[in-house]
């Protein structure tokens, strides 16, 4: 059987390929997504992956994840270090949901080292480029099993 995640991606990551390639590489968001549906199927997963600029549609899909996900992946961008609406969102979505970012934010700007998103989150993936999707869905694949909602 198959089960439905979200891949969930924030602001400016549609620029991916083209924005800072030294930090975040050339590969596009159509690139990872690709990666990510054909890794998220041989999980058993059918990915449902998104992107937008904007905080309150974030805010909606999480929301939708609570009757639609299984679980949730999230790269929230720049809102990591500023939404404590994803925070809280994510707090009452009732899904589990793990935390990527393509860069090692740690190894970033002061701003970066915060995340509203970390404590709600199952897990957190960071440094690993586009690998880290992939990576993020294994650990959830992984929690999902355990928890016996796989």
């Known amino acids: 059987m198959t089960s439905t995640v979200f ?7 549609n620029l991916l390929g083209l924005r800072e390639p030294e930090v975040y590489g050339s590969e596009t968001l159509t690139d990872i997504e690709k990666k990510v549906a054909e890794r998220g199927k041989a999980l058993g997963f059918l990915v449902d992956f998104r992107q937008t600029n904007i905080e309150g549609v974030l805010v909606d899909w999480i929301q939708e994840a609570r009757t639609k996900a299984k679980g949730i992946v999230i790269n929230p961008a720049a809102y990591t270090h500023t939404s404590v609406a994803l925070h809280d969102a994510l ?4 899904v589990p949901a ?3 970012h393509l860069s090692n934010v740690h190894a970033r700007e ?3 080292h915060h995340s509203f998103v970390s404590p709600v989150a199952r897990g957190i993936v960071v440094g690993f480029g586009s690998y880290g ?3 993020a869905l ?3 694949a992984r929690i999902l099993a355990q928890s016996g909602h796989a």
């Open 138 to 140: 294994e650990g959830l």
């Open 7 to 13: 891949v969930l991606n924030g602001p400016n990551l």
């Open 110 to 112: 002061d701003f970066r």
């Open 98 to 100: 793990i935390e990527v």
């Open 91 to 94: 707090k009452a979505a009732d």
């Open 133 to 135: 999707y992939e990576l």
